[in-house]
């Protein structure tokens, strides 16, 4: 089933000269939920996991079902200020800007193996800092995996370069 044909794709949002992926389409198509889990879930049902962690707020939706698939347990990847026990965060740096992501202390327990999974792959901040988090809770990092990868922009460039494996369901050319 080609996953990419069921995405959206939309001119010139949030700001002009943007190319936004919009999953909305993807995730209301029954056949295409499903596949999308169960193609990441097939992908890591041989490797040892431990957890799933899904970034805000896309990254709870696949990653969740995810984990459910694979028999273990979610953490959820949040913005600042949005989990109600003590917190681990890591700031990290946007086009405009910064923002912060966080994650309970008692999420990843040391030696876990954690699947990262966000819905696209872009400049990579997001997904770098929830990985760093992942590893200074003392969690392995598996992989990252996405939905989406927009190559052009060198996401996944810059997590292989921190020695991060990446996985995408698809790819889709310039911004």
Known sequence: MQIKSRIRTIAHYPHEGIMFRDITTLLKDSVGLRATVQE??????TMKIDKVAGIESRGFIIGAPVAYELGVGFVPVRKKGKLPAETRGR????????????????????????LLVDDLIATGGTAEAAAGLIQEMGGEVVECGFVIDLPDIGGRARLEDQGLKVFALCEFEGN
Not at 40 to 45: G, L, M, N
Not at 91 to 114: N, P, T
């Open 91 to 114: 700031d990290y740096q946007l086009e405009y800007g910064s923002d912060r992501i966080e994650i309970h202390v008692d999420a990843i327990q040391k030696g876990e193996r954690v």
């Open 40 to 45: 990441i879930a097939s992908r890591y049902k």
